[in-house]
Nanobody, 115 residues
Framework: QVQFVESGGGLVQPGGSLRLSCATAGFTFSMYPMSWYRQTPGKEREVVAT????????NYANSVKGRFTISRDNAKNTMYLQMNSLKPEDTAIYYC????????WGQGTQVTVSS
């Protein structure tokens, strides 16, 4: 079945960096645009970044533009999110999924930005 395993989260000070990974299985990863999402308690899940199926194009939420970089390795069915210059408002659980017609969600990985 479809699986998403997000990892790489943790506690980091403001201005720090983290690199998230998302290992996928159960579908043809290379065929689909993929996105990173995040959610905080009481708020709807929001799209952080999206990458085309080939990796040629990427789009970012205004709140993370210039700080986050999405990438993917289709040979490994894995996607990544490099997060730099982290801010307390980046604190959330981060998830990966298809950009459209999402599958069931994985467990996500917690990112906490705090001094």
């Amino acid at each position: 079945q479809v699986q998403f395993v997000e990892s790489g989260g943790g506690l980091v000070q403001p201005g720090g960096s983290l690199r998230l990974s998302c290992a996928t299985a159960g579908f043809t990863f290379s065929m689909y645009p993929m996105s990173w999402y995040r959610q905080t308690p009481g708020k709807e899940r929001e799209v952080v970044a999206t990458m085309s199926s080939t990796g040629a194009t990427a789009n970012y939420a205004n709140s993370v533009k210039g700080r986050f970089t999405i990438s993917r390795d289709n040979a490994k069915n894995t996607m990544y999110l490099q997060m730099n210059s982290l801010k307390p408002e980046d604190t959330a659980i981060y998830y990966c999924n298809r950009a459209y017609q999402q599958f069931s969600w994985g467990q996500g990985t917690q990112v906490t930005v705090s001094s």
